[in-house]
C-alpha cells in the first residue's frame, strides 16, 4: 500500500470514528465538523488541509492510473494521532491537580498563615473541606467582602476560616461561579463550560472534581483556567 492509498485507508478510519463517537449526520462531512471542536482547534488548519487534499484525490480522475498527489509521511502521522486523541481523550483527572497536591483547609484553620503561602505560591483559590468535601472556597473574593460587610470586624492572626463562612459559601462569591464534575469527564466538556461562562459574562472560579461531579462527594481534584489554557 502506498502513502496515497494509507492516507485515504486512514482518513476513512478518521470519518468513522468520528461519526461513531460524535453522533455527526452521515453527510461526508465529518472532519469539517471536527475542525470547528473546541479540542481540536491546535490542529484546525492541518486537518482542513487534509480534508482538502482527501476531496483532491476522491473527486479526481487518476493520469495513467496514478493519483495526482501523494499525501506525505507526516500528513498520515497526523490522521493516526487525530484517530487516537478520539479513541482516548485527555481526561480532567489527567490535567487537573490532585488532591494529594492540593492547598486545602478546613473551617477551623487559621487564615493569616493561609495568606501567606496563597501570595508565596501565587495560588488564588484555597478550597475549604469538610471530610474531604467541598463547604466553601476561599480567595480575595472572600476577604474584600468580609472587611466591608460588618461593622468592627477585622482579619488577624487568631481568625479562622469559619469567622468568614457565609462569605465562602460557593454561592456567595460576588463575580464567580464554581463547577463540580467527574474526574473522568473529557477536558474538551470542561472547555465548553469556560466558553458558556464567557458568553454568559460569569467567571469559573474553580473547577472541582469528584467521582460523579456531585458536590456532596469526596474531592479528587480541582482543575483552573490556567490549566485548561496550558494544557
Same mark, same amino acid.
Given at each position: 500500500m502506498n502513502n496515497t492509498e494509507l492516507f485515504l485507508d486512514k482518513y476513512k478510519q478518521l470519518e468513522n470514528i468520528a461519526l461513531n463517537e460524535y453522533k455527526f449526520p452521515p453527510d461526508g462531512s465529518a472532519v469539517a465538523k471536527l475542525e470547528k471542536k473546541s479540542e481540536f482547534k491546535d490542529i484546525r488548519y492541518e486537518l482542513n488541509y487534509c480534508r482538502e487534499v482527501r476531496n483532491l484525490l476522491q473527486h479526481n480522475q487518476r493520469l /495513467?492510473?496514478?493519483?495526482?498527489?501523494?499525501p506525505s509521511i507526516k500528513m498520515i502521522e497526523l490522521l493516526d494521532m487525530v484517530i487516537d486523541r478520539i479513541k482516548?481523550?485527555?481526561r480532567c483527572c489527567d490535567v487537573g491537580i490532585p488532591y494529594s497536591q492540593l492547598?486545602?483547609?478546613?473551617?477551623?484553620?487559621l487564615v493569616m498563615p493561609t495568606i501567606r503561602i496563597m501570595n508565596d505560591r501565587n495560588i488564588s483559590h484555597v478550597p475549604i473541606l469538610e471530610g474531604r468535601r467541598v463547604v466553601g472556597?476561599?480567595?480575595?473574593?472572600?476577604?474584600?467582602?468580609?472587611l466591608l460587610g /460588618?461593622?468592627?470586624v477585622s482579619l488577624d492572626d487568631k481568625t479562622r476560616f469559619r469567622d468568614l463562612d457565609k462569605y465562602?459559601?460557593?454561592?456567595s462569591h460576588p463575580s464567580e461561579v464554581f463547577k463540580f464534575v467527574p474526574a473522568d469527564m473529557k477536558l474538551s466538556y470542561v472547555e465548553k463550560?469556560?466558553?458558556?461562562?464567557r458568553?454568559?459574562?460569569?467567571r469559573i472560579g474553580l473547577v472541582f472534581l469528584t467521582e460523579n461531579g456531585k458536590p456532596d462527594e469526596r474531592l479528587l481534584g480541582v482543575l483552573t483556567s490556567w490549566l485548561i489554557v496550558g494544557k
Open positions: /495513467d492510473e496514478e493519483f495526482p498527489v501523494e482516548n481523550p485527555v492547598l486545602w483547609r478546613t473551617p477551623d484553620d472556597d476561599f480567595s480575595d473574593n472572600c476577604v474584600f467582602p468580609f /460588618d461593622a468592627g465562602l459559601d460557593l454561592n463550560l469556560y466558553e458558556e461562562a458568553n454568559n459574562h460569569e
